[in-house]
T-cell receptor
Framework: NAGVTQTPKFRILKIGQSMTLQCTQD?????MYWYRQDPGMGLKLIYY???????DKGEVPNGYNVSRSTTEDFPLRLELAAPSQTSVYFCASQNPGQARETQYFGPGTRLLVL | RKEVEQDPGPFNVPEGATVAFNCTYSNSASQSFFWYRQDCRKEPKLLMS???SGNEDGRFTAQLNRASQYISLLIRDSKLSDSATYLC?????????FGAGTRLTVKP
């Protein structure tokens, strides 16, 4: 199993540009999450999904959109990039069968908005 | 007040030392508790879950005090490879809240 994969690894955007961060997992996990991590800070939840066709806002959803058309994929869309969205973005997946089940994280996408 | 608060450190300790990290959380309805480890420029990885009765995994011991809303992590006999940032994580249903992390450097 590849686990959770994310593309791209690094991207520079200009203010106002748009992009999609890709996330794929091959563990057949129903639950998937998007987080951002600013320097010296903990992870903040952007959006999450408990299954295909279902998405919910997290703590910091403004400026982002998600979709979940398949169990495997959970892309994150930035429509109008702003400098405040410069961050490292982590995607994670989880098997909800057990409350204590760990979240498995992808390697992250580093985004710089100039 | 932050939902999950940790001492940011850094903690600089010699090999073989014992080091303890503390974490407090504000949501009394929180259901599950974890310690994650994050190496520099890498993704977080689960170190251990934290159970109400306390639990141990080798050199690592985690404690939970629900009444005080307090979680701790004790690392005994520190190794160079323990150098990382340790994240306290609190879960309420689908909402995972992460602390900012405590940075540990173990020196020879």
């Amino acid at each position: 199993n590849a686990g959770v994969t994310q593309t791209p690894k690094f991207r520079i955007l200009k203010i106002g540009q748009s992009m999609t961060l890709q996330c794929t997992q091959d563990m057949n996990h129903n639950y998937m999450y998007w987080y951002r991590q600013d320097p010296g800070m903990g992870l903040k939840l952007i959006y999450y999904s408990v299954g295909a066709g279902i998405t919910d806002k997290g703590e910091v959803p403004n400026g982002y959109n998600v979709s979940r058309s398949t169990t495997e994929d959970f892309p994150l869309r930035l429509e109008l990039a702003a400098p405040s969205q410069t961050s490292v973005y982590f995607c994670a997946s989880q098997n909800p069968g057990q409350a204590r089940e760990t979240q498995y994280f992808g390697p992250g996408t580093r985004l710089l908005v100039l | 007040r932050k939902e999950v608060e940790q001492d940011p450190g850094p903690f600089n300790v010699p090999e073989g030392a014992t080091v303890a990290f503390n974490c407090t959380y504000s949501n009394s309805a929180s259901q599950s508790f974890f310690w994650y480890r994050q190496d520099c420029r890498k993704e977080p990885k689960l170190l251990m879950s934290v159970y109400s009765s306390g639990n141990e995994d080798g050199r690592f011991t985690a404690q939970l005090n629900r009444a005080s809303q307090y979680i701790s992590l004790l690392i005994r006999d520190s190794k160079l490879s323990d150098s990382a940032t340790y994240l306290c994580v609190v879960r309420n249903n689908n909402d995972m809240r992460f602390g900012a992390g405590t940075r540990l450097t173990v020196k020879p």
